[in-house]
């Protein structure tokens, strides 16, 4: 699968529209560039419908949500199921308050998402209405354990039913599922915790690999899950050797995303379906 | 004092609410994160109260204020007042325009600060209502110098007495003071005016190290100050071995205060009392 | 040419005025304190033109523009034009949504530009209102080859000649050209496109050595051009010594901003005039 879906993105080059927060958005934009994706960015609302009209992907991602970006949200997302564009939400936050809450539920309401990704918390979120979040971090009593997986897998599998979403809940453990199908996917390192918007930016790739993947969108969110944790995981051995932090560590997980290739995914991945 | 102060962010990992420019926005978060913290970013006024009810420290940067988020500053900052969470003001370019100067008085006025952080030409402005600024960075001719560093310090009193905060003017020679006490602090290097946001990322610090230590506030600034200086050292030692250049010194900047501790700290701490 | 005009930076260390985009703000802050100058971003209409009046150049820059602030980009741009600080257009994604291309003519009927820079696409808009954009990125179909290169200088000199700005066409090949004059730089290298806001940058660092000779626009902004390109070309050779990827890229391209000198350039620019 991964020989696949990388090679559509390296083919088609999608062009990537991302209505997202200004504290990664930099980081965003370089590793949809990195994962073989075109970005832009274009939040008023004058603009974000057409701009959504010419791209491959569309992400919305609420973390510095505000009442005017909210509205161009909703606008290029009703655009892009129009035209059919994929549209991948990121519920950075979900729990932490009113507004976030308000926001994502208007947005499920108006919107069709092709994916839904967040951390354990912001997930249980969505699918109760409650959860253990304190501020964008998992909690740790919401964490994936052994015990907990299958029930884990199988609200994901339950949300995807209700929403018509790929769900990808990720962290130590990350579960990539629609109705019928899941992944669960070990890669990663504890590292990329420390570093703000590796979720953001896994958010991104999703929209990379799925604009360019329209047709399979299980699969292709499953391959940008798995590659990012590899990437995690190959910037840490390099950390290691090069005895850097945690903003080195920031650089090599991009780097690591513009070398990723089929083969390295192949070896890397520890990826089972169920 | 630093084992104490840096023991209690690494126990409590504050989360760390910031209302900041959009220019190093992602800097200061990923430096929270290095410092122990956890950041969180959100300027929309019907979330801004919100979110820092469920934080351990407040920043207010006012790098690229607008209409729309000084709202926010304030409603967030009286929230703060109100839980007794510190709030720390980062006043970017104070003097530079009326917009900076009328804002950074009504914040003045309409919240308390635990901490207020600027370079010599932004505190002074404070103090006194004029400095001879030019644009964000201080002004050659406010330098802090042997000879001035007396009357630096009682300026830094005399607008901790009037204020309540704690007073930490940064620049070569660094203090920090309450009324009562005053610290010198001489770590750093010259390179870090060669990168951007070098005093928000401190201010971020600050916000992480005092959200921990709210009964230490001086100290914890201290701290925090002394750390960001020590960083910078060690930043340019492993640049030169690296021969890099000023965007590698802002990755190692971030990187050595993801490994700096309490033996660091007492080794490489320039800082006396007065 | 070289010497000149890095000097007046160096000595003059003009503050830079951006309103910009924040998808890059912050390479765009740091590679302008690498290339020797200051900068200030400031968008709220109520200080955009009084930030302006205290600095060297003011950089107007669409990427994520909104119905605020583009209000404070004319305001900012005649404020400019009546105190004589050169004035620097980036059109991003001009000819990618009616937005973006009535805010172009909007600012062109306003406001007098010292430069213009953008990529073939963008410029082809200008000049004509029609381009083959696609999202941010030139068109393949509008690539500038031998064969087109006479027709795309001969562009580049009307379209200075109808808005009296210095045109930079940046891309494999770059035309940096007024009415009479035009240069042909061939530095740069295709790993540039793999990194977002390396434009933005350029026209950060045009920023830079056009406000700190105001005399010389057209000398200028080819120096920043040749730098630029150099600084790719040094980083791609440092890239492979060290096996990084496209972020390890944006790191080195910042760094050699902040090493480049008049003999570096010398040795290294590919430049011509015609």
Chains 1, 2, 3 share one sequence.
Do not use: W
């Amino acid at each position: 699968m991964f020989k696949q879906i990388l090679g559509n993105v390296n083919s088609n080059v999608p062009l990537v529209h991302a209505i997202t927060n200004y504290v990664t958005v930099n980081d965003c934009a370089n590793i949809i560039l990195a994962s073989g994706g075109s970005p832009i960015m274009a939040d008023d609302i004058a603009e974000a419908g057409e701009i959504t009209s010419i791209c491959s992907a569309l992400i919305i991602n609420i973390g510095t949500l505000n009442e005017r970006t909210i509205k161009s949200m909703i606008t290029a997302g009703k655009k892009a199921n129009v035209l059919k564009v994929p549209v991948i939400l990121d519920p950075v936050g979900a729990g932490a308050s009113a507004l976030r809450n308000e926001t994502i539920f208007t947005l499920l309401k108006e919107v069709n998402f092709a994916v839904i990704r967040g951390n354990i918390s912001e997930i249980k979120f969505i699918a109760s209405g409650s959860s253990n979040a304190q501020g964008v971090d998992a909690s740790a009593s919401d964490a994936v354990t052994v015990d907990s997986l299958d029930s884990v897998v199988a609200l994901a599998q339950e949300l995807s039913k209700a929403t018509g979403a790929v769900i990808a809940i990720t962290g130590a453990t990350d579960i990539v599922a629609d109705s019928e199908k899941a992944y669960i996917i070990k890669n990663g390192h504890p590292m990329m915790s420390r570093v703000t918007g590796t979720g953001c930016m896994l958010t991104a790739v999703i929209g990379s690999f799925v604009g360019a993947n329209k047709a399979h969108v299980l699969e292709a969110t499953a391959t940008a899950v798995a590659a990012m944790g590899l990437c995690g995981e190959l910037a840490y051995q390099r950390l290691c050797e090069l005895d850097g932090g945690t903003n080195t560590f920031r650089m090599l997980l991009i780097d690591y995303m513009s070398k990723i290739n089929a083969d390295l995914l192949k070896d890397g991945a520890k990826i089972e379906s169920r």
